[in-house]
C-alpha cells in the first residue's frame, strides 16, 4: 500500500523547544489530512477504510482498517494516542488515529525532516520568563516542501508574526548535485596527500582502508574523503 507523499498545505508546522537561542519546530499532520489521503487514494477510497477505538489500561487506541480486495479481508494497523493539554479524551482519540495511520505509511515522511532551528533573531515574541525558562509566541507555516527519494531535503516556513521566511535543508536539486558528486572518487592529488599525511603522522594505510571497506585510496570517495578529515583525530587514536 504506497500513499502520496504530503504538500506543504498538509503540513503544520509548531515549536518543539525553546531556549535563549531560539526555538525548534517540529512537522506534524492533523487527523482531517489522514481522512482525505484516504478517501482520495485509489487502492482505497472513501468506502474502503474504517477506524475504531478501544480502551486498554487507561490509554485509548485507535485501529484503522483498510479492505484488501484480493484477500477479501480488512487489515488493520494500531496505534495509542496522546492526551492533549486541552482536551484529553478526544486528543488521545484523535492522536491515536494519527498515529495508526502513521503506520499505514501516511505521513512518515515527517520524519525525516532536516533539523529546524530558528535563531532568536529571526523571532518576534521570545522571552524569559524565568531563570533559563523561555517562551516563544510566534507561530509559523509551512510554505514550501521539497523531497529527494521520498525523503525531506528543504523546508521554508514562513514566521507569521515577522512575515520572514527561514530556509532549512538543501532545495532537491542541490541536493542531487551534492550526493553526486560525493559518490564520485578522489582525484589523484588526494590520494598523494592522504599517503603523505598517513606516513608523516604514523597512521597505517590499512587502518584507513579497512575501516572504510575499500582496497586503496584510489577508491575512497569524496564523502569518505571528507569524512576522513573530519575525524582525522579519532583515526589516529586507533588501534
Same mark, same amino acid.
Given at each position: 500500500?504506497?500513499?502520496?507523499?504530503?504538500?506543504?498545505?498538509?503540513?503544520?508546522?509548531?515549536?518543539?523547544?525553546?531556549?535563549?537561542?531560539?526555538?525548534?519546530?517540529?512537522?506534524?499532520?492533523?487527523?482531517?489530512?489522514?481522512?482525505?489521503?484516504?478517501?482520495?487514494?485509489?487502492?482505497?477510497? &472513501?468506502? +474502503?477504510?474504517?477506524?475504531?477505538?478501544?480502551?486498554?489500561? $487507561?490509554?485509548?487506541?485507535?485501529?484503522?482498517? #483498510?479492505? !484488501? /480486495?484480493?484477500?477479501?479481508?480488512?487489515?488493520?494497523?494500531?496505534?495509542?494516542?496522546?492526551?492533549?493539554?486541552?482536551?484529553?479524551?478526544?486528543?488521545?482519540?484523535?492522536?491515536?488515529?494519527?498515529?495508526?495511520?502513521?503506520?499505514?505509511?501516511?505521513?512518515?515522511?515527517?520524519?525525516?525532516?532536516?533539523?529546524?532551528?530558528?535563531?532568536?533573531?529571526?523571532?518576534?515574541?521570545?522571552?524569559?520568563?524565568?531563570?533559563?525558562?523561555?517562551?516563544?509566541?510566534?507561530?509559523?507555516?509551512?510554505?514550501?516542501?521539497?523531497?529527494?527519494?521520498?525523503?525531506?531535503?528543504?523546508?521554508? &516556513?514562513? +514566521?507569521?508574526?515577522?512575515?520572514?521566511?527561514?530556509?532549512? $535543508?538543501?532545495?532537491?536539486?542541490?541536493?542531487? #548535485?551534492? !550526493? /553526486?558528486?560525493?559518490?564520485?572518487?578522489?582525484?589523484?592529488?588526494?590520494?598523494?596527500?592522504?599517503?603523505?599525511?598517513?606516513?608523516?603522522?604514523?597512521?597505517?594505510?590499512?587502518?584507513?582502508?579497512?575501516?572504510?571497506?575499500?582496497?586503496?585510496?584510489?577508491?575512497?570517495?569524496?564523502?569518505?574523503?571528507?569524512?576522513?578529515?573530519?575525524?582525522?583525530?579519532?583515526?589516529?587514536?586507533?588501534?
Amino acid at each position: 500500500m504506497q500513499f502520496r507523499l504530503l504538500r506543504a498545505d498538509e503540513i503544520d508546522c509548531r515549536i518543539s523547544t525553546c531556549n535563549k537561542y531560539g526555538v525548534g519546530l517540529l512537522l506534524y499532520k492533523d487527523a482531517r489530512c489522514d481522512m482525505n489521503i484516504l478517501d482520495e487514494s485509489e487502492e482505497v477510497g &472513501v468506502m +474502503n477504510w474504517q477506524r475504531e477505538h478501544k480502551e486498554l489500561k $487507561g490509554n485509548i487506541y485507535c485501529g484503522v482498517s #483498510i479492505y !484488501d /480486495k484480493e484477500k477479501g479481508i480488512w487489515v488493520t494497523k494500531w496505534d495509542c494516542g496522546k492526551e492533549s493539554f486541552t482536551e484529553s479524551e478526544k486528543g488521545e482519540s484523535s492522536d491515536s488515529f494519527k498515529r495508526a495511520c502513521f503506520n499505514w505509511g501516511i505521513g512518515r515522511e515527517l520524519y525525516t525532516a532536516p533539523n529546524m532551528f530558528v535563531f532568536a533573531k529571526d523571532l518576534n515574541k521570545h522571552e524569559e520568563i524565568s531563570k533559563d525558562k523561555w517562551v516563544c509566541k510566534d507561530s509559523f507555516k509551512v510554505t514550501e516542501i521539497q523531497y529527494l527519494d521520498k525523503k525531506i531535503v528543504y523546508v521554508k &516556513v514562513l +514566521n507569521l508574526k515577522t512575515n520572514g521566511e527561514i530556509e532549512f $535543508g538543501t532545495p532537491a536539486k542541490e541536493q542531487k #548535485i551534492q !550526493d /553526486k558528486v560525493a559518490k564520485q572518487g578522489i582525484s589523484e592529488t588526494k590520494v598523494k596527500a592522504l599517503e603523505t599525511r598517513c606516513e608523516s603522522e604514523g597512521v597505517p594505510v590499512e587502518r584507513i582502508t579497512k575501516l572504510y571497506k575499500v582496497e586503496s585510496f584510489a577508491k575512497l570517495t569524496e564523502k569518505q574523503y571528507a569524512n576522513i578529515n573530519a575525524n582525522w583525530e579519532k583515526i589516529k587514536e586507533m588501534q
